[in-house]
């Protein structure tokens, strides 16, 4: 089992460029979470999505989008990349409703520098 | 609504107790506790889901106060292999299983 695979773990843009962050999990859950770290601070929710389909915005939607066409796999679409969205991004998933005793599984993040 | 834990920072020595603090504003479903290295990614501890539930593990261990609306974190004979900073994530009733963090609790142990 892999968990949750993220990807790029690096990436450096150029500002106004545009980006995906890539995030799948092969544990069929059913809840996955887009999360941005910025150095020394805690995780701020970006985007969430409870199944295919279905999406909602988190404390810091600005700037992202994202979109859940298939369990697996739950896109980070950054447009018109900006300074301020230099940090490190975290994708977690969650089996979902009547399982709710499960933690969050992290992927291993995406380090994104915007110059 | 982001919880607030306390104290941002502790030193601890080798074999020392500490405990960190979690408190939400709004009633609480339940409280996660995630710890994470530096470069690392958040590793989970332990999901506290009813008022008064104990949990714990070895050496770490939490509690969920719900009329109170916070948990604490119990570190018990402290290693060095304790050292990181420490998440609580909170999760409101009905929220889908939204999971908000807060600002996190630097934790270092020292020989």
């Known amino acids: 089992n892999a968990g949750v695979t993220q990807t790029p773990k690096f990436r450096i843009l150029k500002i106004g460029q545009s980006m995906t962050l890539q995030c799948a999990q092969d544990?069929?859950?059913?809840?996955m979470y887009w999360y941005r770290q910025d150095p020394g601070m805690g995780l701020k929710l970006i985007y969430y999505?409870?199944?295919?389909?279905?999406?909602d915005k988190g404390e810091v939607p600005n700037g992202y989008n994202v979109s859940r066409s298939t369990t697996e796999d739950f896109p980070l679409r950054l447009e018109l990349a900006a300074p301020s969205q230099t940090s490190v991004y975290f994708c977690?998933?969650?089996?979902?409703?009547?399982?709710?005793?499960?933690?969050?599984?992290f992927g291993d993040g995406t380090r994104l520098s915007i110059l | 609504q982001q919880p607030v834990q306390s104290p941002q920072a502790v030193i601890l020595r080798e074999g020392e107790d500490a405990v960190i603090n979690c408190s939400s504003s709004?009633?609480?479903?339940?409280v996660h506790w995630y710890r994470q290295k530096h470069g690392e990614a958040p590793v989970f501890l332990m999901i506290?889901?009813?008022?008064?539930e104990q949990k714990g593990h070895e050496k770490i261990s939490a509690s969920f106060n719900e009329k109170k609306q916070q948990s604490s974190l119990y570190l018990t004979a402290s290693q060095l292999s304790y050292s990181g900073t420490y998440f609580c994530?909170?999760?409101?009733?009905?929220?889908?299983?939204?999971?908000?963090f807060g600002i996190g609790t630097k934790l270092q142990v020292i020989p």
């Open positions: 709004k009633a609480l479903y339940s």
């Open positions: 994530g909170t999760e409101m009733p009905g929220g889908y299983q939204k999971v908000t």
């Open positions: 506290l889901l009813k008022g008064g």
């Open positions: 977690a998933s969650r089996p979902g409703q009547g399982r709710e005793n499960q933690p969050q599984h």
């Open positions: 999505s409870v199944g295919a389909g279905i999406t």
């Open positions: 544990m069929n859950h059913n809840y």
